[in-house]
């Protein structure tokens, strides 16, 4: 052994046989705080992202298919070959589904596995809201809202939010095994 690592390891000897010392109690309580906020996230800040995320989504989603004759942009209307095809009632309720599909899946790939873990508490009462908005928001821009298609509508974002969120999460969790585990 050299002079070098006979020092190390005396250093090291020394270290172990030291008295344990605890960190400060203010130190400890703050780390303590900042996990315990990190592992479960305010559900109102949760929501806040989850609104975010769904308003520029929406941008997208709206630029294809409008939603109670609102469109983003004029790109694409998918809602004129739904209603071909499945009469109104139906289109309502497959682009509800559509609306919130892509919103739900854009959370599966975006938020924290805590904050999904905090909004899949009670994801149905988000997805009512965000549709309660939602539809605030196309009524404010001049919609015309009758019950039966709303309540269509409703239940297929309701249908498609669940799903697409669940979908998005299971492969950003396939995903992240395969990269992590080689799975």
Known sequence: ???????LNRDFADFLSAPATPPPAELSEKILARVKRELSPPRAQVFLKVLGIHSVVSLFSLSICSQFGIQSFALYDAMNVFMKFMGHAYCMALCGFLYFAVSALALGFLLTPEEIRSIRKDFYAQLLVLSGVSLGVFVCLGA???VLP?????GGTMIGGFGALELGWRVRSKFRQRLIYGI
Do not use: G, R, Y
């Not at 050299?2 to 020092?7: F, H, N, S």
């Not at 709303?150 to 409703?154: E, H, K, S, Y």
């Open 1 to 7: 052994m050299t002079w070098e690592d006979e020092k």
């Open 144 to 146: 015309q809202v009758l």
């Open 150 to 154: 709303t309540v269509l509508w409703i």
